[in-house]
């Protein structure tokens, strides 16, 4: 059973640049957030998606977007890169009707690196 | 908002001693609570949930009580091993979807 599957692993980019980052969630998982991570702290809350639509948002600017796809795959995009968005960004799946009270399962994360 | 505190680290242990990481939070209603853990270069993996007062998450020896009197949720290990050095994050989850993590706590475990 595969879990949460995201691409690429790493990526380098120059600041003003556009990025978009896969995901794949768990076989059976409907439900799909991203989290950065920024060195030495914890996740932090980007969006979620659920039925193709976003559903919660954190304290993100609206350069960073997303879709949610029928497979319930999704993407995140980040335009017009700054050096502060070099982090490692998490997808992290949950299947209980859009909820995460089960907790959630994480993807190995994509290392992106703005220059 | 949300807010989940974890004690600051490293945390440094010997071998077979007690572990103990502190963990509190503030939140409305009534969230799930977590500890994922997080090795070298690698994404967080769940290791033990509590979704209601009281109740206790357990899982490879470690264990966390739901306490909803003191907003902790503290997690244990009576025997720590070389292998459980990692990044252990506490995490809260409200009913609309959102989970909120702390900053993580670094533990080393030395032979």
């Known amino acids: 059973d595969a879990g949460v599957t995201q691409s690429p692993t790493h990526l380098i980019k120059t600041r003003g640049q556009q990025v978009t980052l896969r995901c794949s969630p768990k076989s059976g998982h409907d439900t799909v957030s991203w989290y950065q991570q920024a060195l030495g702290q914890g996740p932090q809350f980007i969006f979620q998606?659920?039925?193709?639509?976003?559903?919660q948002r954190g304290n993100f600017p609206d350069r960073f977007s997303g879709h949610q796809f029928p497979n319930y795959s999704s993407e995140l995009n980040v335009n017009a890169l700054l050096l502060g968005d070099s982090a490692l960004y998490l997808c992290?799946?949950?299947?209980?009707?859009?909820?995460?009270?089960?907790?959630?399962?994480f993807g190995s994360g994509t290392r992106l690196t703005v220059v | 908002g949300d807010s989940v505190t974890q004690m600051e680290g490293p945390v440094t242990l010997s071998e077979e001693a007690f572990l103990t990481i502190n963990c509190t939070y503030t939140a409305t209603g009534y969230p799930s609570l977590f500890w994922y853990v997080q090795y070298p270069g690698e994404g967080l993996q769940l290791l033990l949930k509590a979704t209601k007062a009281d109740d206790k998450g357990s899982n490879k020896g470690f264990e966390a009580t739901y306490r909803k009197e003191t907003t902790s949720f503290h997690l244990e290990k009576g025997s720590v091993q070389v292998s459980d050095s990692a990044v252990y994050f506490c995490a809260l989850s409200d009913r609309a979807g959102k989970s909120t993590f702390g900053d993580g706590t670094t533990l080393t475990v030395k032979p």
């Open positions: 998606y659920y039925e193709e639509e976003e559903r």
């Open positions: 992290a799946s949950s299947g209980i009707a859009g909820t995460d009270l089960e907790g959630y399962t």
